[in-house]
């Protein structure tokens, strides 16, 4: 059974950063991503990972935030600089155990098994 468990969320003010984690427990999974989803929105892609270390980026977070993964820990990070109230939302984790060709992780959520709770991020103008 996998688990992924997110951390540090939080509130900040625009032009700020955050780091979030996401800590997965089971199996390693060929694709992870961070997507978010705001109030009254639905779930959106923001970024995702190749076991190989391809990495992909929404159009609006290219340059401002990083995704990355330590294999040793087995935990994915979320680095967001240059906050914007805009990135206001619940961020979540999700893994993704299917073969794709190449080095391809898909954007649709719906391609994702496993999802972490979720965590708040507030960034205030």
């Known amino acids: 059974q996998v688990q992924l468990v997110e951390s540090g969320g939080g509130s900040v003010q625009a032009g700020g950063s955050l780091r979030l984690s996401c800590a997965a427990f089971?199996?390693?999974?060929?694709?992870m991503g961070w997507f978010r989803q705001a109030p009254g929105k639905e779930r959106e892609g923001v970024a995702r990972?190749?076991?190989?270390?391809?990495?992909y980026y929404a159009d609006s977070v290219k340059g401002r935030f990083t995704i990355s993964k330590d294999n040793a820990k087995n935990t994915l990070y979320l680095q967001m600089n240059s906050l914007k109230p805009e990135d206001t939302a619940v961020y979540y984790c999700?893994?993704?155990?299917?073969?794709?060709?190449?080095?391809?992780?898909?954007?649709?959520?719906?391609?994702?098994?496993?999802w972490g709770q979720g965590t708040q991020v507030t960034v205030s103008s």
């Open positions: 999700a893994a993704d155990f299917r073969l794709y060709g190449g080095s391809w992780c898909p954007n649709s959520r719906n391609n994702y098994n496993y």
């Open positions: 089971g199996y390693t999974a060929n694709c």
């Open positions: 990972i190749h076991s190989d270390g391809t990495t």
